[in-house]
T-cell receptor
Framework: DSGVTQTPKHLITATGQRVTLRCSPRSGDLSVYWYQQSLDQGLQFLIQYYNGEERAKGNILERFSAQQFPDLHSELNLSSLELGDSALYFC??????????????FGPGTRLTVL | AQSVTQLGSHVSVSEGALVLLRCNYSSSVPPYLFWYVQYPNQGLQLLLKYTSAATLVKGINGFEAEFKKSETSFHLTKPSAHMSDAAEYFCAVSDPAGGSYIPTFGRGTSLIVHP
């Protein structure tokens, strides 16, 4: 158990809908990272938040957004969902802001299926 | 720009045999390198990381990896495979010169262990 929690574990929804994925980092970790894992794209970095502020942005679509709250939990919002958004979404956390080779601790993931 | 290539999407070994998972990277400067393992239905877990100290890095579960700058490689080895080693293994690289330490992940290698 990494100490990172993600909810829900599974999510099935329809095209055009909007969903919210939730992540709670390990106690004491200030950074949260979101990744998308799919068979065709592999593991892709989406976005990082550090202590409530966006720190780095990766291959995140404009239909996707995220935020980190004062209690450091984070939410990833996916809107206007398409079939191609079906994937595993991982959250990871680390102690600092990513300016050193921090170890990232991954949650168990949320499996999103868009029908 | 940093990138990582994992040779072989599947590697099959017999229990007790040597495990060798290959990883080559490209980076403008000596990078940070990581190996992660993903067991079925779980998130990624750090096996080991190289951060410019000793070139031979020992990790958990008997795994180790050697950084070879001349070959731009960071292959993962284990002397004797165990059935419980069956999982997906990811090599990742982060390039400090790029201003961000967000790692780029390889496509993964599935390790299959036969009894």
């Amino acid at each position: 158990d990494s100490g990172v929690t993600q909810t829900p574990k599974h999510l099935i929804t329809a095209t055009g809908q909007r969903v919210t994925l939730r992540c709670s980092p390990r106690s004491g970790d200030l950074s949260v990272y979101w990744y998308q894992q799919s068979l065709d794209q592999g593991l892709q970095f989406l976005i990082q938040y550090y202590n409530g502020e966006e720190r780095a942005k990766g291959n995140i679509l404009e239909r996707f957004s995220a935020q980190q709250f004062p209690d450091l939990h984070s939410e990833l919002n996916l809107s206007s969902l398409e079939l191609g958004d079906s994937a595993l979404y991982f959250c990871a956390s680390s102690r600092t802001g990513g300016r050193v080779a921090d170890t990232q601790y991954f949650g168990p993931g949320t499996r999103l299926t868009v029908l | 720009a940093q990138s990582v290539t994992q040779l072989g999407s599947h590697v099959s070994v017999s229990e007790g045999a040597l495990v060798l998972l290959r990883c080559n990277y490209s980076s403008s400067v000596p990078p940070y390198l990581f190996w992660y393992v993903q067991y079925p239905n779980q998130g990624l877990q750090l096996l080991l990381k190289y951060t410019s100290a000793a070139t031979l890095v020992k990790g958990i579960n008997g795994f180790e990896a050697e950084f070879k700058k001349s070959e731009t490689s960071f292959h993962l080895t284990k002397p004797s495979a165990h059935m419980s080693d069956a999982a997906e293994y990811f090599c990742a690289v982060s390039d400090p010169a790029g201003g961000s330490y967000i790692p780029t992940f390889g496509r993964g290698t599935s390790l299959i262990v036969h009894p």
